[in-house]
């Protein structure tokens, strides 16, 4: 048989993986101005970020700070050390904490989009010391995959849930939580036949 052909490039990063981190890493970089090579080993683009609920936990964001939630620093790293059960690098926490606010910032300045604080949508683990109730997460906007072009079909879907576009603000205001068949379903259909997504695809488009 044919032996493989090498092709040899060079760039100024290379990124592995094409979840939320991986695509912001490459946007960051693109628009410096750097050469850059974005791997994606599956066929599709999106890793794991593509069928998640696509939420960011984002304290100290400017939308919680502007809605009057406000973040005590030592609380906010006592929980984060709290919730990775003592394993996490408390420098990267610090670092994360602070530079967050400034990420989300860049992305929706970047991309034309804004993210909407969901002030009650609990940490994760809200009972520990340092847990808020709401305040610190954010939901991105619904995606047309239509502006994808020929490249859609690269984009990842969640099987489970993708046939219902709805964001988390939404789910939470006609608490479908709760009521699982309280939402406009017609609207609903509506969109994803019109290619609409949301979560972590509408996220990762």
Known sequence: SEPPIIREETFDLVIAGTGAAGMAAA???????????????????GGTTAISGGVVWAPGNAHAKAAGVEEDLDALLGYMQ?????????????????????????VEDALGFAFEPLLDYPDYQPELPGGRAGGRSLDNPLYDTTRLGEDRPLLRRNLVNGG??????????????????GLPYKEVAARAKAGIVHGGAALVG
Request: positive net charge.
């Open 82 to 106: 709290r919730s990775s059960q003592g394993r996490g690098d408390e420098a990267l926490h610090r670092v994360y904490a602070s530079e967050l606010p400034r990420v989300i910032q860049f």
């Open 164 to 181: 219902a576009p709805i964001t988390i603000g939404e789910a939470m205001r006609w608490r479908v939580f709760s009521n699982p068949f």
């Open 27 to 45: 946007l960051r970089a693109k628009l410096n101005g750097a050469e850059v090579a974005l791997l994606e080993k599956a066929e599709t683009v």
